[in-house]
């Protein structure tokens, strides 16, 4: 049976994910386009939503660099919705200046419940290992909706893998496997 289906991206949790497999890995390095339709298969898939915040190109212009030509690849996939929230200035203990995204959980959560109340899709993937998705799920399921969470290894919550229906890890094969090369036309 086809089902529907829906997919969110927690975009800093999965920069995370890539670099716990190798330091120079990033989301900049991987095909979403492509390792989506090996997921999706033969369902049908509703959307994409990746949530992230744009990096700061006074700190690290080249990452920077990679990042929009990162987000210009994703929003020409299609059914694919760049969601970009803030960036705020923080300081820890020693004054030393950091930033932290704002938004993005929220926006990512208040999305899949509000899809979910509208019967857009029949099954939800989330691309994160965030425990506090854990009520999130358990509410998009007493929805009658089905939940996969896709993670890496030694970054996913239990508490949130213990809510999935179903959940994968992506690895050093699958990172490799899905590596993003730019097409040469």
Known sequence: MVKRISIYID????VYGMKSLHPKYSDYHFDFESFIKKIIGKNDLIDIFYYN????????PRRFKEQQKLL????????????????QKRFNKDDEEYYTIKGDDINLAL????????????????????????????????????????????????????EADEFSFINKKIANKFFWREKKY
């Open 111 to 162: 999305d899949m419940l509000n899809d979910a109340w509208e019967n857009k899709y029949d099954k939800a993937i989330l691309f994160s290992g965030d425990g506090d998705f854990a009520p999130l799920l358990k509410y998009v399921k007493n929805k009658n909706k089905k939940v996969e969470v896709i993670s890496f290894g030694e970054l996913a919550s239990r508490n949130l893998l213990n």
């Open 11 to 14: 975009g800093d949790n999965f």
């Open 53 to 60: 915040a744009s990096l700061k190109q006074a700190i690290n």
């Open 72 to 87: 210009a690849r994703l929003r020409k996939i299609t059914k694919f919705k760049v969601v970009l929230c803030k960036r």
